[in-house]
């Protein structure tokens, strides 16, 4: 958390020396952290690029051999939109004998009769061993999500190797499932991980917008020691959960997945990230809601992962200030007749066409990667590549609405936030 700190502490300092060099006539001392701006941003797009074909090379590989039991558990409240259609996927999955768990707080939930309708119709084809309807209950100590999953945990047949968990609002293709377990086969793994990418239902803007936002995040996820992982389309090894202490760390905790990340990071282990798991979640918001949904996510970040949370606050502040500071110096060195021009132009046109690249290499990613869906994301990734200039300010909306407070509503439940792992239930909303 103190590197992150210090990075965003020196990309404010960057920029404040810039103006200073100015009003100072340092010219040779402008050059020398423009140089450093521009050399940043190239490299950042190299690493973008080895992302980006990171995930082409590998999410058209097959995952015969790798077949361990595994558990696939499915958290539900409420019908989603697109619900049917993405429990669907779920009985599709292309991997003999696994065992498919759902599982809400109670029978009255509305997914509850959905998905004993849907068992009831799918099962025979299915090649799911054993598929259950839980109950688990309402949880006391810590978020619904949560508890609904050490339920179904304290169930697992001993036999059980791999525990993989999904969200019931994404759709996920038939060789989802054995992608995801597949690096698990290796050690040094710790958890495999995919991401949502939001397929908007509806091209209103703000759908559109959450689209491309999240689009960046993605984007970030590769071969890294970076990686962190997405509770909507995860994996982890049951030996590994137990000898690591995740449902003792589950029983107070509100975020699923940063708990588990955490854990596994400081096992020493990695996070496997997966492109053949990045799953389509189909969605339609409105401001109001997304800005919530934003801040929540980001909340639960600086709570939970507070290093992930002070570096990207870094990073999305230095992309914004490089390129909007960066032209708003290039005007006016312009205005005032500055020497070399050249060298404060040279800035906001690195971030510019840097940001540009980016937002193309990841909309070609995602055309591949879920080509079903290309006819409905043409017009988000119209205008991700347009308005890319604007989704990192957005972005940085989200990071700074969540500086404060500790209080969210997450699936008609409020929480309290106390610590990484310590959460107060406040009540239903």
């Known amino acids: 958390m103190q590197y992150a700190r210090r990075i965003m502490n020196w990309s404010l300092v ?24 521009i050399i940043t941003q190239v490299l950042f797009l190299f690493h973008i690029y080895s992302n980006y074909h990171y995930a082409l090379a590998k999410y058209k590989r097959k995952c015969r051999w790798y077949r361990p039991p595994v558990v696939l558990i ?154 962190q992982v997405w509770g909507g389309s995860m994996a982890v090894r049951a030996d590994v959960f137990r000898r690591l202490g995740i449902d003792k760390i589950w029983e107070k905790a509100l975020s699923d997945d940063a708990s588990l990340g955490r854990a596994v990071k400081k096992a020493g282990l990695k996070v496997a990230f997966v ?66 021009l050249a060298i404060f132009i040279a800035v906001p046109v690195v971030f510019f066409i840097g940001q540009l690249i980016r937002a193309i290499l990841r909309q070609r990613m995602i055309a591949k990667l879920l080509p079903d869906d290309r006819p409905k994301m043409r017009m988000a990734a119209a205008v991700d590549i347009l308005l890319f200039w604007l989704w990192s300010l957005l972005l940085l909306v989200f990071i700074v609405s969540s500086t404060f407070g500790r209080t969210i509503t997450w699936r008609g439940v409020r929480y309290k936030l106390l610590g990484p792992a310590e959460t107060l239930i406040l009540g239903k909303y």
Not at 14 to 22: A, I, K, P, Q
Not at 74 to 89: E, M, R, W, Y
Request: proline residues 3%.
């Open 275 to 340: 492109p053949a798991c990045l799953v389509a979640s189909y969605e339609f918001t409105t401001w109001p809601k997304q800005l919530e949904f934003g801040r929540r996510q980001f909340l639960i970040t600086r709570i939970s992962a507070p290093n992930i949370w002070w570096t990207g606050l870094a990073c999305c502040l230095y992309s914004v200030l490089g390129l909007w500071a960066g032209t708003a110096l290039a005007v006016y060195a312009a205005l005032t007749g500055q020497k070399n």
């Open 14 to 37: 960057f920029w404040v020396l810039c103006f200073e060099s100015l009003s100072l006539g340092l010219m040779s001392f402008y050059f020398y952290i423009s140089l450093a701006a």
């Open 74 to 227: 499915v958290p539900c409240k409420g019908k989603d939109l697109a619900f049917q259609k993405n429990i669907t996927s779920f009985f599709n999955q292309d991997y003999e004998g696994y065992l498919l768990w759902f599982v809400v707080a109670d029978q009255a939930d509305a997914a509850y009769g959905e998905l004993c309708k849907l068992k009831e119709l799918l099962s025979a084809g299915s090649k799911a061993l054993d598929i259950r309807v839980l109950v688990a209950g309402a949880a006391k100590s810590c978020s619904q999500k949560v508890h609904n999953l050490l339920y179904c945990f304290r169930k697992i047949p001993d036999d059980v190797e791999i525990m993989a968990f999904a969200d019931s609002d994404v759709c996920v293709r038939s060789d989802w499932l054995s992608h995801l377990v597949y690096p698990l086969r290796k050690s040094k793994y710790g958890a495999a991980t995919g991401h949502r990418w939001f397929v908007p239902r509806k091209n209103n803007l703000a759908s559109l917008a959450l689209s491309a936002v999240n689009a960046k995040i993605v984007q970030l996820l590769g071969k890294s020691p970076f990686n």
